[in-house]
């Protein structure tokens, strides 16, 4: 197993239908206490073990989840709101270096995250199709991403940073 990629990388082909949709919305509506349950009785040794050598702690991955999926949501409300916008992009690995990443419990972005999808999840339940297909451009990238594709890759990326977190946890036998 690719320990950076345990449920390999993001992948869709062909259309995104209402069905598939659901799905995805679902995985985020279930991600803050998947993350809850993952993490709960873990020592602060625990929590500062990286999930992979040079890769971050499970601290580190529970804060920048938060971080993250802060930055999606608010790309999908510009993109509601404004016609193809350019998002800002930012330096994630910079961002889990930061203070607040090591001073403050995972519990905060786990209470955080809770809010965040409770919010996001009644957006994306309330999109139409129409909506589903406006999009923001990446400048990193040079992409033009829509919201549906946008949703898949944060109903992948909330599940492929639980799985670093769980399959660590296999592997320590915790």
Known sequence: MDLRFPIGTFEHSGVIDNEQR?????????????LKEA????????????????GWNIKQ???????????????FKLALTEENPSIRPYYEDRWAELSDTFDEP??????????????????????TEEQFNRTFFHPESKEVVSLCTNLGIY???????????TSLKERMGW
């Open 22 to 34: 659901q799905v995805w919305i679902k995985h985020i509506a279930k991600l803050p206490k998947q």
């Open 61 to 75: 991955v529970v804060h920048h989840v938060a971080d993250s999926h802060m930055n999606s949501y608010i790309r």
């Open 106 to 127: 995972i519990e905060t972005s786990i209470q955080l995250l809770e809010v965040l999808h409770r919010r996001w999840a009644t957006l994306l339940s309330m999109m």
């Open 155 to 165: 109903s992948w990326h909330g599940r492929h940073h639980l799985a670093h977190i």
């Open 39 to 54: 993490t709960d009785g873990l020592t602060e040794e625990q929590l500062l073990t990286p999930y992979r050598e040079g």
